[in-house]
């Protein structure tokens, strides 16, 4: 068996290359040593080059087939190691009649391929709902600074909101019972501008929507929730959300392309994408739900969400230790009930898979995007597909990864 490998080495190992950047001392030595004077693990470690090579080449043709119909940005990065950054497509699709209904064919043509509609990696897309394990960061940094703690209930922050009693904790895990405010559009009155989170609540004390469950009985994601943490967050610290964000999270991140719907005005130099629904129409940003942040409304890029795994995950300059450890266990846990059909930390989605073991992540629909966060602990993976064009091209695609790495 020792000399197949000899064997079989012979004809592959100068064109091995690194995944995870841990052999060059084996490469070094293969080129003192004849591979006959090499040892069993030596020789391993070389297969172990030419697999994860092979991984690699592997993954590229699936991106290759993947970017046939996402239109989009990707990044895989092992261990720190990139191996995978992908940006193809357009910022706007110029290609449905409905906003352009006075353009010819051949003017949509032209502004669908000119240079500055195509997509960079700096180009920042809506995260939706990925959104969420930053405001859950805030807040876990403010109960870590002992201001606020996960016991305080909405009535300490608003008197007058009809669910004094849901903790801010229910509101993390999504255990609060707070109907949705995506479900009830027909109670906001003036639907021609953005809705603020303030005016969110102002409607939930006016019209006093019932809860869809008694707080802690039950576990039903709710984009309220989030949004209610954002404006607690502002009162508690005195700042503005998005002030409070930048100061306190994004700048200790290092997130230099990462702002909110909010502040995109003030910030033009930005190349933003447009969200896309499948029929290609474009969805314009004057919604009025748009205006409500902290449960979506956060605009970034790939990179800027590495740099985020880094400072989070790997506890740079966030939080401590112990809230990190809280986001990324079940805090949706119900005395008394049958498992929830879904795992809930604090903004973040938890799996432990059969497959490929403990995942973190978190999905964002909104608008014509479409979002993936995935972050595998055990071996430091993260992969992310940010798209502005809702056509299911990635749906499932961040299981097919992992299969690749694991070979499986």
């Known amino acids: 068996m020792k000399y197949l490998r000899f064997f079989l080495l012979f004809f592959s190992i100068c064109s091995c290359s690194l995944l995870l950047g841990q052999t060059k001392g084996v490469e070094k030595k293969t080129a003192k040593n004849s591979i006959e004077k090499l040892s069993i693990r030596e020789i391993d470690s070389l297969f172990d080059i030419k697999n994860n090579q092979s991984k690699i080449n592997d993954l590229k043709l699936f991106m290759d087939d993947l970017f046939k119909e996402m239109n989009g940005s990707a990044l895989i990065v092992i261990n720190d190691t990139f191996v995978i950054r992908k940006t193809k497509g357009v910022i706007r699709f110029y290609d449905h009649k409905k906003g352009y209904e006075t353009w010819t064919k051949e003017e949509m043509n032209r502004g669908r391929k000119k240079k500055e509609n195509q997509l960079q990696r700096e180009t920042l897309f809506d995260l939706a709902s990925i959104a969420k394990q930053f405001t859950a960061a805030a807040v876990l940094k403010l109960v870590s600074e002992k201001k606020i703690t996960l016991k305080d209930t909405l009535a300490v922050f608003f008197p007058k909101i009809p669910y004094p009693q849901v903790t801010i ?17 027909e109670k906001w009155s003036d639907v021609n501008q953005w809705m603020s989170n303030a005016e969110l609540i102002e409607l939930l004390i006016a019209q006093k929507p019932p809860v869809d469950f008694l707080p802690g009985t039950n576990f039903a994601y709710c984009n309220t929730n989030y949004a209610l943490l954002a404006s607690i967050v502002a009162q508690v610290s005195n700042m503005t959300f998005e002030e409070y964000m930048r100061q306190n999270i994004f700048i200790p991140a290092g997130l230099t392309n990462t702002l909110y719907i909010t502040e995109l005005e003030d910030n033009k130099k930005h190349s933003v994408a447009k969200g896309h629904l499948r029929s290609r129409e474009e969805l314009a940003p004057d919604f009025y739900q748009n205006g409500v942040i902290g449960d979506k ?72 995007f479409h979002n993936l966060f995935i972050y595998r602990p055990s071996d430091n993976v993260l992969i992310i597909y940010l798209s502005n064009y809702r056509n299911r091209s990635h749906n499932g695609k961040g299981n097919e990864v992992l299969h690749i790495l694991d070979g499986a």
Do not use: C, M
């Open 169 to 185: 904790h229910q509101l993390l895990s999504h255990t609060s019972g707070i109907p949705d405010y995506i479900d009830f559009p």
């Open 297 to 368: 409304g956060l605009y970034s890029n790939p990179d800027d969400l590495y740099k985020w795994k880094i400072a989070f995950f790997d506890l740079k300059n966030i939080i401590p230790a112990f809230w990190v450890e809280k986001a990324t266990v079940k805090e949706n846990y119900i005395k008394g009930k049958a498992v929830a059909r879904e795992i809930y930390g604090y903004g973040l989605h938890i799996e432990e898979n059969a497959h490929y073991g403990k995942l973190i992540y978190h999905g964002g629909l909104w608008r014509g």
